[in-house]
């Protein structure tokens, strides 16, 4: 009889960190969903408010972009999860590791937004993390984010 190796493991869950202000959310998203549907896993959607997101502090443009994000995400069969934190990486990291989260999906962005209180972006700190889950990095050619933009 053949033993299997014991570090071997397969993809639990997915998780998809959702970002506030990420202008191709519609396309992290597809991308997730498509994974997840391979895949056929469970998917969470997680979006982590920091006290600078506020509702009180945001644009009302940026709250309604939030909302239709969210309902993209419930559309296309995530579970959408919304944490408060004040480092959106450890707490993404927790609640993987407390979900069975074993990729988490998170856009690659030009902009400095993600930047937090401490050095490095929050995807710096994912790739980074020492809890065994691994991580993709959706990139996006700027072509396909010229041809978004436009009417």
Request: charged share 25%; glycine share 4%.
């Amino acid at each position: 009889m053949r033993k299997t190796p014991q570090s071997v493991r397969t993809v639990d869950r997915l998780l998809v960190a959702l970002p506030s202000q990420l202008t191709l959310t519609e396309e992290l998203l597809r991308k997730a969903s498509r994974i997840a549907g391979r895949l056929n896993l469970d998917w969470y959607c997680v979006y982590v408010q920091t006290p600078d997101e506020r509702a009180d502090r945001i644009d009302a443009t940026v709250q309604r972009k939030l909302v239709d994000n969210i309902q993209k995400a419930q559309s296309m069969g995530a579970e959408v999860v919304k944490l408060e934190g004040t480092d959106v990486a450890a707490t993404l990291i927790q609640f993987a590791v407390e979900h069975g989260v074993t990729l988490i999906v998170a856009g690659q962005s030009r902009r400095n937004w993600w930047q937090h209180v401490t050095r490095g972006s929050v995807v710096d700190k994912l790739v980074n993390n020492t809890m065994d889950i691994d991580v993709l990095v959706v990139s996006f050619n700027d072509q396909r984010a010229n041809k978004s933009s436009r009417p």
